[in-house]
């Protein structure tokens, strides 16, 4: 099975929600943690730096024992990363000596000796210029009527570098962790999913087992009735149960079909032959061949004119005329009688070539414009007899869109309806497929090719 398969689409979607989830719990949890971790650091160097600070403001109090200096300034100096200083203010907030030789360009702090006088104390950060400080403001003398202030303050340039350090570091090791969880992550969600691909493994074996085991009893049981019918041995009133029994082991037969390409495709053995065609050419081949079917029906086929164009491509002739009879067969199914089916050929975007089919039916709702193409999908309202098929159809079809390097998507047509996109690769060779180049094999592990009735000119049951 390959990842372009339903199953292995379905895996790793899976594993890719499984992973992101996982991975988003982690981070949020590395993330709390981080932050958790960087506050209590950071608050801790905040708390240490208050602590001595205040220290030295209280020492530096007792050293003045209540009374100002004479008036004093020391040679101005820029203030070093984790300096600490002191200015001593004058009743007015004026400053009465400035021994350390602050250069002052935002000191004495006004604000700060407003707040104190009515506190008693106060603490704040704030700016010299370009110079963080912690600033400690306190009384000189009786606290209630000081004969001047103390404003103590510490450089805090060399602590915030630390705070971002501690910040960068705790960023690191978190990012370091994420990526270690990404890869634990993506390696246990891989083996979580092994069961599960087992399990995989061994319905797509049961499924293509069953298909042979029921494929010769379904070919003996419509054999049988046609010959009960052609031979006489039916009572008249017994010919519509003969009828019916032989629709029915066609229908069989089809599911049976549809199985093995389904599961063949799954499994990468089926096998596609690459050669240079032209693509209106073969959507007109699809028409011709299912305009029986859609008559039959009630339903008026229109195809691409024949008008000259070519629409040079590589690709497995058979398997895209499958490919066609798969959209017109679904078209035909869900259009109202006597309504019309489009078949249109011609470039697409960039270096490719499209062919559409549109139909005038119910349409099909933009968000079940991808769920149709998993296997035995089906809209609501679909499940009629007049409506039955196997559900498989879309998905081989897209299945074999991607084996030929191409896309098929479902869209709105311009007059209502649902239109059916098949876009390939222009004039260019790629992969031989799934299982390597070659010639299509009658057989493909018990699949009928392309060409046979069963697959070829039998439109596929859609649903």
């Keep these: 099975m390959t990842d372009r398969a339903p199953a292995g689409r379905l895996l790793a979607s899976t594993r890719r929600r499984l992973a992101v989830m996982t991975l988003l719990l982690i981070g949020a949890l590395v993330l709390a943690i981080g932050a958790a971790t960087a506050f209590i650091a950071t608050r801790a160097l905040d708390q240490d730096v208050d602590r001595a600070l205040e220290q030295a403001a209280i020492a530096e109090s007792q050293r003045l024992a209540g009374e100002l200096p004479t008036a004093s300034e020391g040679d101005e100096r820029p203030p070093g990363d984790s300096d600490t200083f002191f200015l001593i203010l004058g009743p007015s907030g004026g400053v009465v000596s400035n021994q350390s030789g602050v250069p002052r360009q935002g000191l004495p702090d006004v604000a700060a000796v407003a707040a104190a006088r009515a506190t008693g104390r106060d603490l704040r950060t704030v700016q010299d210029g370009a110079v963080p400080i912690r600033l400690l403001t306190l009384p000189i003398g009786d606290a209630a009527a000081p ?57 797509r074996r049961f499924v293509a087992d069953a298909s042979h085991e029921i494929r010769t009893p379904a070919a003996i049981i419509r054999a049988s009735a046609e010959v009960l019918e052609r031979e006489g041995l039916v009572v008249e009133e017994g010919r519509p149960l003969v009828a019916d029994i032989v629709a029915e082991s066609d229908r069989l037969g089809g599911l049976v079909d549809d199985l093995l390409a389904l599961a063949a495709s799954e499994r990468g053995s089926l096998v596609i032959e690459r050669r240079p065609i032209d693509l209106a050419a073969i959507a007109r081949d699809t028409v011709r061949r299912a305009g029986p079917l859609a008559a039959e029906r009630g339903i008026e086929l229109v195809g691409p004119p024949e008008d000259g164009t070519v629409l040079h491509v590589v690709g497995d002739p058979d398997r895209l005329v499958q490919l066609l009879l798969v959209l017109v067969d679904n078209a035909s199914r869900h259009s109202p009688p006597g309504g019309r089916v489009t078949v249109t050929a011609g470039p697409g975007g960039g270096r490719t070539a499209a062919v559409s089919v549109d139909d005038r039916g119910p349409g099909v709702p933009a968000e079940a414009r991808e769920a149709i193409f998993e296997p035995f999908a089906r809209l609501p309202g679909s499940r009629t007899r007049a409506d039955a098929g196997s559900g498989l159809g879309l998905a081989i079809a897209r299945r074999l869109a991607e084996l030929h390097d191409g896309t098929l998507a479902a869209t709105e047509a311009p007059g209502g309806g649902a239109r059916f996109v098949l876009t390939l690769p222009a004039g260019r060779s790629g992969a031989a497929g799934a299982a390597g180049a070659g010639p299509a094999a009658a057989t493909t592990d018990g699949l009928p090719s392309a060409g046979t009735p069963s697959t070829g000119a039998r439109p596929a049951k859609t649903g």
Aim: aromatic residues 8%.
């Design 147 to 203: 004969v001047g202030w103390l404003e103590a303050g510490f450089v805090l340039t060399a602590h915030e570098r630390q705070s971002r350090t501690l910040i960068l570091a705790v960023t690191l090791v978190g990012l370091v962790g994420l990526a270690g969880a990404a890869l634990v992550t993506l390696f246990v969600t891989g083996r979580a999913l092994v069961p599960i691909r087992a399990a995989f493994a061994t319905e």
